[in-house]
């Protein structure tokens, strides 16, 4: 509501003229706005939000069943207000039904799919069920999220809720190199490890995190090999990209049994990262393993190197719990820490057969250190909720 106030003056005949006009926005207005603002509250990415308490919807979409909303389709969506926070998400997990297939896709900002960003998608299909979708990037902050169905004619999903988790890799974990998520002219063999790294060719993990304080070292477990003498091959790794601004250390790899090698990079690393790792010599290098972390305590997560074989460890995450199968006639303690280094669980383990449970834990990503002796096991375990 506005209220506009005339001035008047007299001219020289008598004759009254307006000389200006005020216009003001009244104060009922004025408190009427600012309520509608503090009533649009964001709801946390990481917690259970339900469908149906949206903040904006198109016309298509209907409340059925009452818990769920039903029609995504044709480009239907719903809104919400969310907060990412700092460190932020890169998955979504939904509750939906779909009588066949059809994807919902994850939308910043904007309805318009021109001008708002894409940043993933789900996919729905059956009955009633969980349903995980990568997004394309970490998102932090606050931002208008659009749930959309695209596509026309068929079945439509109906949606029970939706979360965030972030599910990632963290650079001081330790990774075997046969997991990589892409590579180039390389072979997995013998099993285990990965071999002709030479001449460009290269492995690479996607999306890996390396925190708000940047690790110092990169550790990895590895040889070069040849039927002859050869000298120290060249293996250098890389951020994001192959190129000479964004080498982080290059490692002179021997011609000899797998060995331990470390060394101090060469600029600091935050955040997420795909990491390269490259073979640049003219010869045959085999990596075995690798960490961002003190290979000090994670070495023997992944081999028992002294005897050459894998150690009757498991670590079996399920939705509500961590199973641990260990060595009899050990004891082993365990701690599990949130992404900023919290401790939220911990304790001595006696048995040899046991569980950890996640309940009540905020859905997201832990890390689990068991140690035992002088071994250490580190894996990375997602809560879902």
Do not use: C
Not at 346 to 358: C, F
């Amino acid at each position: 509501m506005t209220i506009d106030i005339i001035e008047f003056h007299t001219n020289k005949r008598g004759t009254r003229m307006p000389s200006r006009s005020l216009r003001f926005i009244a104060a009922a207005t004025i408190l009427m706005a600012a309520l509608a603002i503090q009533a649009q509250q964001y709801v946390d990415a990481f917690s259970q939000i339900e469908a149906e308490e949206h903040v904006e919807t198109s016309a298509g979409l209907v409340n059925y069943p009452d818990y769920a909303m039903n029609g995504y389709k044709n480009g239907n969506y719903s809104g919400y207000l969310v907060d990412f926070g700092q460190e932020g998400a890169n998955k979504i997990i939904v509750r939906a039904y779909i009588s066949g297939s059809r994807s919902l896709y994850v939308i910043l900002d904007t309805a318009d799919t021109s001008a708002g960003e894409v940043v993933g998608s789900v996919n729905v299909a059956g009955d009633w069920s969980e349903k995980k979708g990568a997004l394309n990037r970490s998102v932090t902050g606050r931002h208008k999220v659009y749930l959309m169905g695209i596509g026309q004619g068929g079945s439509a999903p109906a949606l029970d809720w939706f979360t965030f988790i972030a599910e990632f890799d963290t650079a001081t974990n330790v990774f075997e190199a046969e997991n990589n998520h892409g590579s180039q002219g390389t072979s997995n063999y013998p099993a285990g490890v990965i071999n002709q790294l030479k001449n460009g060719n290269y492995f690479m993990f996607k999306n890996m995190y390396f925190g708000q304080t940047a690790p110092d070292q990169l550790s990895i477990h590895a040889r070069a090999y040849a039927g002859n003498a050869i000298p120290d091959q060249p293996l250098s790794v890389y951020v994001d990209s192959i190129a000479a601004t964004s080498k982080i250390v290059t490692f002179g790899v021997p011609q000899a049994d797998y060995q331990t090698l470390g060394s101090s990079l060469t600029m600091p690393v935050t955040g997420f990262h795909d990491v390269y790792f490259v073979g640049e010599g003219d010869q045959n290098v085999l990596v075995d393993w690798f960490t961002f972390g003190d290979p000090n305590q994670v070495v023997s997560s992944v081999r028992n190197v002294n005897s050459g074989g894998r150690e009757a460890v498991s670590i079996l995450p399920t939705r509500t719990k961590v199973n641990l199968h260990l060595p009899a006639g050990r004891t082993f303690s365990y701690a599990l820490y949130t992404m900023h280094g919290a401790v939220v669980k911990q304790a001595v383990l006696n048995d040899t057969h046991l569980s950890i449970s996640t309940s009540g834990l905020r859905a997201g990503q832990y890390l689990l250190r068991l140690a035992g002796g002088n071994n250490t096991y580190s894996q990375s375990i997602s809560v879902l909720r």
